[in-house]
């Protein structure tokens, strides 16, 4: 696999707080293994908190931690990280990439930064790798009807790589990072916005659904019991999504909506159980590495993208496939 030798900014991000400690997100360890995948050189990162998980950091190749001075403001306006990436990138000059994640706050970041750094930005990337030199991502588009190969030709991009895109390794012998401290000289965007309350959403002890590497969704098959979605879900240490006929009718939340109207999910396997697979929903789900579907219509559209699909009953199949998975002592 080609590689790059100049070094690689990644944004990362952390949960927690100063009394109970902060850790480093899933997605950042992505972002960080991605970044391992494309240069043989120092891999830098941006830690947006005043004591970032630096062992963390360490098994995933980190060399230096910049600590930006946020002067009391929150590092969930898209405007202060991007000041604090631009402020390193424009002290370091070298970097041949900035990484971060593709969320809602992180599709703003990226163009933001580009703009300032006289780049291009790509988001919601699924796959990146060094081609000729240059760095080559790849997404879909056009409601998952096509998958694009694109490069940016000028400056220092910016990607986005979208959560569970790619499948977090640590590496091989750690080094303790070196911790950076930095000043920043913020925008009036930056400035200019202040975060009162922040209030993380239940989700009901699992794994956020745009980060997890396990989806279970439900459809119009499982007629609102979504018990078979559930324990799936919980046998496997993965998220329940759900379909927006399933939303719409209030079986559940519609913050677990996936597809054109709802979210993207990228994980390593999707399992769609009474789900048609719609072109609306399709799009939402194209990313997924594996997909794997239960439905009771041979003719269902989305058993023109899975891996592998079985036509039947979803109270007949689902508890079968529980039953094998308790044997394997899952």
Known sequence: MEKISAPILVITDHTGNVDDGF??????????????????????????????????????????????????????VAAVVADAAFEVARQEAQYAAVLNVSNYRGREVAAGLAVRLGSGAVVDVTSCVVADGQFEAQKSVLAGTWSTKFKVTRGTPVIGLRPSAVEAKEVG?????????????????????????????????????????VVVCGGRGTDGNFSLVDELANALGGAVGSTRVAA????????????????????????????????????GIQASRHIVAVCDDPDAPIFEIVDFGVVGDINEVVPEALAALRQKGL
């Not at 677990?256 to 799009?283: D, F, K, M, R, W």
């Open 173 to 213: 012998e750690p080094t303790e990072p070196e911790i950076v401290p930095i000043k920043v000289s913020y925008s009036q965007p930056a400035v200019g916005v202040e975060v009162i309350e922040s209030i993380e959403e239940g989700g009901q002890g699992r794994v956020s659904l745009t980060e997890a590497p």
């Open 248 to 283: 719409d009718e209030g079986w559940i939340d519609r913050s677990t909506q996936i597809g054109q109207t709802g979210v993207s999910v990228a994980p390593n396997l999707y399992i769609g159980l009474g789900v048609s697979g719609a072109v609306h929903h399709a799009c």
């Open 23 to 76: 850790v480093l997100t899933e997605p950042s360890k992505q972002l960080l293994t991605l970044a391992g995948s494309l240069t043989t050189g120092r891999i830098d990162a941006i830690a947006l908190n005043p004591a970032p998980q630096v062992s963390e950091l360490a098994k995933y190749g980190v060399s230096r931690v910049f600590t930006p001075d946020l002067e009391g403001l929150s590092p969930r």
